[in-house]
Every structure is written in C-alpha cells, then in structure tokens.
C-alpha cells in the first residue's frame, strides 16, 4: 500500500515561505500526476498545485506567481514552495495524485500564516 508523509508545515507571519515535502512510497510515482491540496477549517479540500514528470503543470488561480511544485522521482518525493504567504493559505496541506486521488490521504501537515 502507498503511503503519503507529508512535512515542512509550521507557522509563519504573512509574507514569509515555506517549503513542504512529500515522501511517497510504491513503484509508479514517477508514471502519476502529483498534486498538492489543502483543506481549511470547514471548507472543502481544494487542489493548490498539480505537476506530471513530463510538461504539465497546473496551479490554482490563488497561488500564481506565489508557489512552485517540483518533484524528485528518484527520491519519489514532491515538493511545494510557497512564498509570499497570506493569512487565507492557512491549511492543512496534504499530497496525492491528480486529478484522481488513488492513494489514501495522508496526515497532511499544517500551515498557519498570522497576519
């Protein structure tokens, strides 16, 4: 069974940066579309940033210019910067596949921006 360990969360002031990291296990890492999602208290689980081995990308609107997603397949590891960070990013971040979800959920790791 897969599993995801996400890390690298904590509490930051506004404007500041973090990077999260994504260790994944199992054999076809490279072959997925990995993403990144959050979840903010009483909103749904959104997708932030999603990135293929090859050319796609995707961002959400929200983090344009302000993330990056980047991946190390032979350390089956994804990664997220997050740079010029607001209060509104904080979140429970957690990673997987995309745009289908094929692994379980992992423990996600926290992010609070404080204004």
């Known amino acids: 069974q897969v599993q995801l360990v996400e890390s690298g969360g904590g509490l930051v002031q506004a404007g500041g940066s973090l990077r999260l990291s994504c260790a994944a296990s199992g054999s076809d890492f490279a072959i997925r579309v990995m993403g990144w999602y959050r979840q903010a208290p009483g909103k749904q689980r959104e997708l932030v940033a999603a990135?293929?081995?090859?050319?796609?990308?995707k961002y959400a609107d929200f983090v344009k210019g302000r993330f990056t997603i980047s991946r190390n397949n032979v350390k089956k590891m994804l990664y997220l910067q997050m740079n010029s960070l607001k209060p509104e990013d904080t979140a429970v971040y957690y990673c997987n596949s995309y745009p289908s979800t094929a692994y379980a959920w992992g423990q996600g790791t926290q992010v609070t921006v404080s204004s």
């Open positions: 990135l293929s081995s090859g050319t796609f990308t």
